[in-house]
Nanobody, 117 residues
Framework: QVQLVESGGGLVQPGGSLRLSCAAS????????MSWYRQAPGKEREVVAT????????TYVDSMKGRFTITRDTAKNTVYLQMNSLKSEDTAVYYC??????????WGKGTLVTVPS
């Protein structure tokens, strides 16, 4: 069955770094656009970063540019989110998403990132 399993979250001080991982299985990883979303308490889920199936194009929310980097490793069926210069505003549950078309859209269960103010 399709699985997206996030890991790497935790507590980090402001200015610190974390690397999130999303291990994919049960589908053709290389055919899917992969994204990281996040949802902070009391807020709607928002996209953080996206990487195309080829890895040739990445997109970020403006506030993430220069701080976050999304990459994918096709050999390991894993997508990463390197987060640097973390701020309290980055505190959220981070979700991995895989999308191929309207019918193929998978979500992980999320991993919590906490950055105290």
């Amino acid at each position: 069955q399709v699985q997206l399993v996030e890991s790497g979250g935790g507590l980090v001080q402001p200015g610190g770094s974390l690397r999130l991982s999303c291990a994919a299985s049960g589908f053709a990883f290389s055919d899917y656009v992969m994204s990281w979303y996040r949802q902070a308490p009391g807020k709607e889920r928002e996209v953080v970063a996206t990487i195309t199936s080829t890895g040739g194009t990445t997109t970020y929310v403006d506030s993430m540019k220069g701080r976050f980097t999304i990459t994918r490793d096709t050999a390991k069926n894993t997508v990463y989110l390197q987060m640097n210069s973390l701020k309290s505003e980055d505190t959220a549950v981070y979700y991995c998403n895989a999308r191929k078309n309207y019918a193929m859209n998978y979500w992980g269960k999320g991993t919590l990132v906490t950055v105290p103010s």
